[in-house]
């Protein structure tokens, strides 16, 4: 992050982090969008970054059959905002009765509906120096 430089006058930077760990056989990147705009390429051990005007900002992840992620933040004048992004346990639960058939999965899916974040992912702010000392071990998502 020291290479990249800080924000703009006027700008805030968000940062997105996805720890390392197994990212399963192919390791999918963790689409979102950040204020409507489509982020790819989130990947196992990876984070991404966008420089944006100061105020509210929203992240939303979809994905059919499951549900929306919604989360609202906002950013000042040149801060640095560091999120992790993680499967929610919905998606998680419903990955983990992948293998019972539509009938396992209507069943997740209805025993899940009660959940917080009906959504496929979990947008958890970080502490700013736990969080540079995360990114120093990951690379930047291409």
């Known amino acids: 992050m020291r290479k990249i430089g800080p924000p703009k006058a006027g700008q805030a930077r968000i940062v997105v982090v996805r720890e390392k760990g197994f990212g399963?056989?192919?390791d999918p990147d963790f689409p979102?969008?950040?204020d409507g705009v489509p982020i790819r390429g989130l990947k196992t051990g990876t984070y991404v970054y966008a420089d944006r005007p100061a105020g509210q900002h929203q992240f939303v992840a979809e994905?059919?059959?499951?549900?929306?992620?919604r989360v609202?933040?906002?950013?000042?004048?040149?801060?640095?905002?560091?999120f992790v992004a993680r499967m929610s346990?919905?998606?998680t639960a419903?990955?983990?009765n992948a293998s019972t058939g539509l009938l396992g999965y209507g069943l997740t899916l209805a025993m899940t509906a009660g959940y917080k974040n009906q959504g496929p992912l979990d947008f958890m702010q970080l502490e700013?120096?736990?969080a540079r000392t995360t990114i120093a071990e990951l690379r930047l998502a291409e």
């Open 94 to 96: 419903v990955i983990a």
């Open 32 to 34: 979102f969008a950040l």
């Open 128 to 130: 700013e120096t736990a």
């Open 72 to 82: 609202d933040f906002s950013a000042q004048s040149g801060q640095t905002i560091f």
């Open 63 to 69: 994905e059919v059959g499951l549900g929306t992620t």
């Open 24 to 26: 399963g056989i192919t």
């Open 89 to 91: 346990e919905r998606k």
